[in-house]
């Protein structure tokens, strides 16, 4: 038994710190790297930038020729010298962080060797899309769904192929992606009515693609199909779908990503979303080969499986070596799937309702005295502004993690301070808004940068302990259902020790990985960043025990609503808990996520400020539901039976839940 114990335990281990090996390596450095970017004649502002950014310059004729790449995709921007002035042009809806690397990189370069510079912006994102992520977010219910429409199809048929099986998998992911566009459309509103019927067949092929090549595998690899297919699908194709954009990708996560359908699909979405659909001839080709070479696997197979049962009865042979001999009930099969649709539902609601428009509300931010700018600001930005008497006293508020921004009024000249190590937007939202208002009022502004500590070089933007996040709960909840699929028990004397020892191990792992493997964070704050990983997969992974124990297998599903469907959007994330609309603002310092989350940031970036909400509930997770699984371990009570497929089953499901950043 306790081998068994330790090699359960050692998977997940090994699937956990796969996982965040992938998001990491994939998104911690979004910077351009080979990005296709037009020019339409020399000019030393280009030799000098890409003497520095890693980009794939190609010649056009003149700027509508530059335009018409742009229309069909296949640029990020472009730059146009002139005789007395040159013109940069920028693309956000094919990349939001790109348009950022861009305009940063080209307007310091112009600036330096004294070149005007003017910046167009062309095809803009909508409010609705503000960072463009929306194709990204819309990926997560279709490759969600259909994965889970293969697996409980699979549950309730106890076969991967047979008789009407493709034609059941593509019902659900017509229905599916039906639901999924009244949804983010018309519902919520993440894009414009008018692309609710272009977009329908997108997401069918999608969730199609998904569902019959997750069943194929399913067929052909048996058991292990399914875990393979959440490594293949989810680890490895959604680090390398390109959500933020292809080319800031490293080129392996680029050419890797290729090969499995999230890229595909999240480069289909978005350039009918934004490029009136040109440029998807690939994307549609590859996803129509794996709804293809799905559909035929599981249906030959389905039909070959269904023949040779026919011939074993025909012959005399035993029912024992028969597979079953009529249909499981329709009612079963309803269920399953309307299962999985609900949480496809589920999915598409909360995380596209709370990611798709983030916008502040409330921004803590400081100011030293009376300024006309900061008036104008708040006509149309939302901050809480709190007065320091001095720039000192902001920027230890700054240091206490307290305010994003701050503002110090002078007589001939202000500074606007900025902190990239609390939010990722937040500092790009603030310049570009005082800056506006200062031309507008013709006061002169300075804006300047400040963090009590640097960002890691390998994290621009402050994201990795976000991506961090993910895998942890994941490694939390499986750890426990893999537990008791191996004892065969909700509860043990030495339950509560072992999910703690696997803990501690498991965060050890993740840190080593993202810390001095993949200088994700500052390598001095190893040591503080190990406890808290272990913090946050224990206080999961014991929830989920007791959980696990009340209800059975039905626990592990809770544990998923839980923490990954409620607690994972709404914990603000490297955007911002301001971020967040008002029910994901309102439910988060309740669930674990988001004290994870600040734990985490505040302890790398602020030296433990403002922790001390987020660690007493983290601990409150940990030991209370601890305590009753101790009680319920050393005390008899009612066991509910343990069936190890239903177990693997449950395990099977939850492991993709959340992969998608």
């Known amino acids: 038994m306790v081998k068994k114990v330790l090699v359960a335990l050692g998977i997940v281990v090994f699937l956990q710190s796969l996982f965040a090996l992938c998001l990491v390596s994939a998104l911690q450095l979004l910077v351009p790297r080979n990005m296709p970017f037009g020019v339409t004649g020399a000019s030393p502002v280009v030799n000098a930038v890409t003497s520095k950014v890693s980009l794939q310059t190609l010649g056009y004729a003149d700027e509508s020729a530059v335009l018409g790449a742009i229309n069909q995709s296949k640029i990020y921007g472009a730059y146009l010298p002139g005789a007395t002035s040159d013109t940069l042009i920028v693309v956000p809806a094919k990349s939001f962080f790109g348009r950022v690397e861009l305009e940063a990189a080209f307007a310091d370069t112009a600036k330096k060797l004294g070149r005007p510079l003017t910046v167009q912006t062309v095809k803009p994102l909508p409010q609705s899309d503000r960072l463009g992520g929306v194709a990204g977010l819309l990926l997560v219910p279709l490759l969600i769904g259909g994965y889970l429409a293969a697996v409980l199809l699979l549950k309730a048929t106890k076969t991967a192929a047979a008789p009407w099986h493709v034609a059941m998998l593509v019902g659900y992911s017509t229905v599916g992606a039906l639901v999924t566009d009244l949804i983010a459309g018309p519902g919520i509103g993440a894009y414009p009515n008018s692309h609710f019927w272009p977009l329908l067949p997108c997401f069918i092929l999608i969730s199609a693609a998904v569902a019959l090549a997750a069943a194929a595998l399913q067929r052909l690899v048996g058991p292990l199909g399914t875990l393979l297919v959440v490594i293949l699908f989810i680890f490895l194709g959604g680090a390398g779908s390109g959500g933020s954009g292809l080319s800031l990708l490293p080129s392996y996560w680029q050419h890797l990503g290729a090969v499995f359908p ?29 709804a293809l070479g799905g559909g035929v696997v599981v249906g030959y197979l389905g039909r070959w499986r269904q023949a040779r049962t026919t011939a074993d009865a025909a012959e005399g042979k035993s029912a024992t070596t028969a597979q079953p001999s009529g249909p499981r009930p329709a009612v079963q099969i309803l269920v399953a799937l309307a299962i999985a649709g609900l949480m496809q539902c589920l999915f598409a609601v909360n995380y596209i309702s709370s990611g798709h428009a983030p916008v502040a509300t409330d921004l803590p931010f400081g100011v030293t005295g009376p300024s006309p700018i900061l008036n104008a600001v708040q006509k149309g930005y939302s901050l809480k502004v709190t007065q320091y008497p001095t720039e000192t006293a902001a920027k230890d508020a ?26 990722d937007v937040a500092p790009l939202d603030l310049a570009a808004t005082f800056e506006s208002a200062a031309r507008s009022l013709g006061r002169p502004l300075t804006v300047q940068q400040y963090a009590p500590h640097p960002l890691a070089k ?6 990795v302990p976000s991506l961090m996040l993910t895998p942890l709960l994941i490694g939390g909840y499986v750890s426990s259902t893999m537990l008791r699929t191996v004892t065969g028990t909700s509860t043990g004397r030495w339950r509560g020790a072992i999910l703690t020892a696997f803990a501690i191990v498991a965060g050890l792992v993740v840190n080593l990985i993202v810390g001095p493997w993949l200088q994700g964070y500052p390598t001095e704050k190893f040591w503080i960043v190990w406890p808290i990983l272990s913090l946050v997969i224990a206080a999961v992974a014991v929830v989920a025990a007791v959980l696990q124990k009340l209800l059975g297998a039905a626990g592990t599903l809770v544990t998923v609503i839980v923490v990954m469907l409620f607690g994972n959007p709404s914990s603000g994330g490297a955007n911002g808990v301001p971020y967040l609309p008002a029910f994901w603002r309102d439910i988060g310092p309740y669930l674990p996520p988001r004290n994870a989350y600040i734990l985490l940031r505040n302890w790398i970036y602020f030296d433990g400020h403002g922790t001390t909400q987020a660690l007493i509930v983290l601990l409150l997770y940990l030991l209370i539901p601890g305590v009753a699984l101790g009680f319920l371990g050393w005390f008899r009570t009612p066991q509910i039976p343990v069936t190890p497929e239903t177990e693997a089953e449950a395990t099977a499901v939850t492991v993709p839940v959340g992969a998608l950043p």
């Open 458 to 463: 390998k994290d621009p933007f402050g994201l």
């Open 398 to 423: 700054i240091d206490e993690a307290k305010i994003y921004g701050a503002l110090v009024p002078g007589r001939t000249s202000n500074t606007l301070i900025v902190v990239p190590t609390i939010s």
């Open 262 to 290: 999230p890229q595909s699909a999240v480069t289909l979405l978005r350039n009918v979303l934004y490029f009136d659909g040109n440029n998807i001839t690939t994307p549609l080709i590859i996803l129509g080969l794996y």
